[in-house]
């Protein structure tokens, strides 16, 4: 997940987005022949950056979260990369695509995993379909129902040879959609598209919970040591089919999960980059390394929220949630609290893809209608007054700034509502499985677009059993808009099908939209390369030292 951008980045992106639909994709032109500057002799190319935490999974299939992408985007390569907002070429050589636009032909280049095996096109065929096997549980899984038969099989539906992806040969993929997706080339840039090496994965099903032998990777990096919870060390990897390019020799990730600790750690020269979009900045820091100029700000495609469980008491009821929505104070949270330029968000969707939704769907701080909404919702529980409301837990991952945005929240609600809200916090890998096994009421969350398309936003809460839905809500029309929109060929009317969609989502409101994130970070001034897109993810093949 990542952070947001000015009007001009707005337009860029847009820009980018009508650039890889009218065939702005180079097909001749592979991530390798755009190379930062040289390295000098004697600088020492070894990058140390702090990820926070644990990650959830360093499998491309299971991984959902952003501190997993940060080293799996680093240690794994998809079909494409993602380069100054465009995807160009990566473990595919060329592609072609059929006149109806539905099927995809990718050559692989010549690669090999970190063993020595080659890269196939069965590795690519077998993990796509491995993480759309229910059995697996991917949450990710429906990304890939922009296949033919994708979300069939991951429903039960329809057999794993039915699936619309197919190795012709060892280096030949055939890719079969549903639908045309103009996006798709940005898709297999992602990481649930990344291949997995099948002769290891089926010899040894936890291959990826360790470094050793058997993690194997295809990626510019390899990973040398995992010392769980602590830290995670990736080397060159040698065996890459553009090593040539590769400036870095080591990249060192440390866990470390308080941002005054990691700020300490770049200023006494532990750390080359501080802040996101790998770790977190203090945000008592943030002014006054603004004001020494060190402060690097850039607005992200993404959005910070709540969840509501909508199968828990008091959250099953719209009511209850508006009012405990509109009760927010976004611009004192961003002003008082994160401090990084962040933008109050009252929709869903970052302005980077709906930039002629500015205002959004309510106003912020709304008091008043706030009130007129917890009325309206007790009536219909049957409830006199706010004190007989069952309890209310917050919940959040152990973090310096959600857990100041938590108390911020938890004194809104008491001050303009009188509801008592009880805060919980807890590390990361067991926050998630909360919030995806349902065992909570209200949690924060934050999306970060994993393309650029206003739909990876809303297809989120478009099934009830979504794999990264958690607030059990679902509605019918809003589901049909976004399938219908998947058919439409106008990009226009395509456009309106989702800003209609987002209309019922904020009307019904399973997550209460906070602010548009930003990345905000420092770095050594000698570190050069370092590829942050529009959507805050990172990649440091590219990166070097003067």
């Not at 707005?10 to 009508?18: D, E, G, K, N, W």
């Not at 096997?133 to 890939?144: C, E, F, G, I, V």
């Not at 440390?254 to 501080?274: H, I, K, R």
């Not at 719209?318 to 990084?340: H, P, S």
Request: proline share 5%; aromatic share 12%; with cysteine.
């Amino acid at each position: 997940m990542k952070k947001r951008l000015s009007l001009l980045f707005s337009l860029m992106l847009v820009l980018s987005v009508f650039l890889a639909a009218c065939g702005g994709f180079n097909k001749k032109e592979s991530a390798g022949e755009k190379t930062g500057g040289e390295k000098k002799a004697n600088v020492p190319q070894e990058l140390r950056v702090n990820i926070n935490t644990e990650p959830f999974s360093l499998h491309p299939g299971l991984a959902n979260d952003s501190t997993s992408g940060t080293v799996l985007r680093q240690t794994f390569e998809g079909l494409t990369v993602i380069k100054d907002g465009k995807p160009e070429l990566a473990a595919a050589e060329e592609y072609k695509v059929s006149d109806d636009l539905k099927t995809y032909t990718f050559k692989l280049r010549d690669a090999k995993w970190t063993n020595g095996d080659p890269v196939t096109a069965q590795d690519f065929e077998y993990a796509w379909k491995w993480a759309l096997d229910p059995k697996n549980q991917s949450q990710y899984a429906y990304q890939l129902y922009y296949i033919k038969n994708g979300q069939a099989f991951n429903e039960g539906k329809a057999k794993a040879e039915d699936v619309g992806v197919k190795a012709l040969d060892d280096k030949t993929l055939q890719v079969t959609l549903e639908n045309p997706t103009p996006y798709f080339l940005e898709l297999t840039a992602f990481y649930t598209y990344y291949p997995v090496n099948s002769k290891i994965a089926q010899k040894n099903p936890n291959w990826y919970k360790n470094a050793g032998p058997d993690y194997t990777s295809n990626g510019p990096f390899k990973m040398v040591t995992w010392e769980h919870n602590n830290k995670i060390v990736l080397e060159k990897n040698e065996t890459y089919w553009d090593a040539k390019n590769v400036k870095l020799t080591k990249i060192t990730m440390s866990m470390v999960n308080d941002p005054n600790t990691e700020l300490s750690m770049f200023n006494n020269g532990e750390l080359d980059w501080a802040g996101s979009p790998t770790g977190t900045l203090p945000t008592d820091a943030l002014p006054q390394l603004k004001q020494e100029g060190k402060l690097h700000v850039q607005p992200i495609a993404g959005t910070y929220w709540l969840k509501f469980n909508t199968e828990k008491a008091p959250f099953n009821n719209v009511n209850i949630r508006k009012a405990l929505t509109y009760a927010i104070d976004r611009k004192a949270i961003v002003e008082n609290i994160t401090k990084g330029e962040q933008v109050p968000a009252m929709a869903a969707v970052p302005p980077t893809m709906f930039p002629e939704n500015k205002e959004g769907y309510f106003k912020d701080n709304d008091v008043e209608k706030a009130k007129e909404y917890l009325k309206k919702g007790l009536e219909e529980l049957g409830l006199k007054d706010v004190k007989q409301l069952p309890p209310i837990t917050y919940s959040f991952n152990t973090s310096e700034a959600h857990a100041k945005i938590a108390q911020a929240i938890q004194d809104m609600w008491k001050k303009n509502l009188g509801i008592e809200v009880k805060l919980e916090n807890a590390e990361w890998n067991v926050y998630i499985d909360k919030l995806h096994s349902g065992d909570y009421q209200v949690g924060r969350m934050g999306w970060l677009g994993d393309f650029n398309d206003p739909i990876n936003f809303l297809e989120l809460f478009r099934d009830k059993k979504g794999g990264n839905n958690d607030t059990n809500w679902e509605n019918p029309k809003y589901k049909q808009l976004l399938i219908d929109s998947q058919k439409e060929k106008d990009p226009e009317k395509r456009k309106q099908m989702l800003k209609d969609a987002e209309a019922i989502l904020m009307d019904e409101l399973p997550v209460a939209p906070i602010y548009f994130y930003t990345n905000t970070w420092v770095q050594k001034d000698n570190l050069k390369g370092v590829e942050v897109s529009g959507l805050g993810d990172v990649q440091f093949r590219w990166a070097y030292f003067e």
